[in-house]
């Protein structure tokens, strides 16, 4: 999928290197603005243990890859977001590809920040339930809760179940059933 945007993915790379931006701080680009957001600790380990949980549970299924950061394609009403975590579909990805057609995407978590909050629960949560994402997780650090969406419908979901950090937040991938620990830290 890089091959459709190479530019784009070039460009933000000396966008990144050449404002010197620490590795901490996550640029993103959203109708010709650019955004920072500061990846802290707590969203590192939230996404990290994600992803974790996620492919131990379907090491075994042949048919799913869970992956970090890729752009979901196509761009739509100007926006191509980047999911902190994903899970796509096995073998769609190659060694040099930084994005993912949104037909691949089964899952997407987001970590939430003091600057993307808006994004998340707003233009993101609309952007994955029209591009017809089965299940949306947020992790809201600055909360301490997380939020599962499924079943979208246009541009929007049709469930959404609140959980407390130290809940179990259980659901199904592709017909597989699996479990998230969230056993997060909050940012105080």
Known sequence: M???????????????????LPKAVKLLFDQGRLYMSPVTEAHSEADDSIRLQLAEQLAGEAGLHVT???????ELDGYTPEPDVLVVDAGVLGPGDAFVGQEHVHFVAESVSRSTVGQDYGRKLNQYAARGIAVY????????????????????YTSAVPYRF???????????????????????
């Open 2 to 20: 890089s091959s459709m945007y190479p530019e784009y993915a070039q460009w933000l790379r000396q966008v990144r290197r050449s404002m010197q």
């Open 137 to 156: 997780l947020i992790v809201d650090v600055l909360t301490g809760e997380c939020v599962l969406y499924r079943e979208p419908k246009g541009d929007e």
């Open 166 to 188: 130290g809940e179990e937040v259980g659901f199904t991938l592709a017909g597989v059933a699996v479990t998230v620990r969230t056993d997060f830290k909050r940012i105080r």
């Open 68 to 74: 970090r950061d890729k752009g979901v394609l196509p």
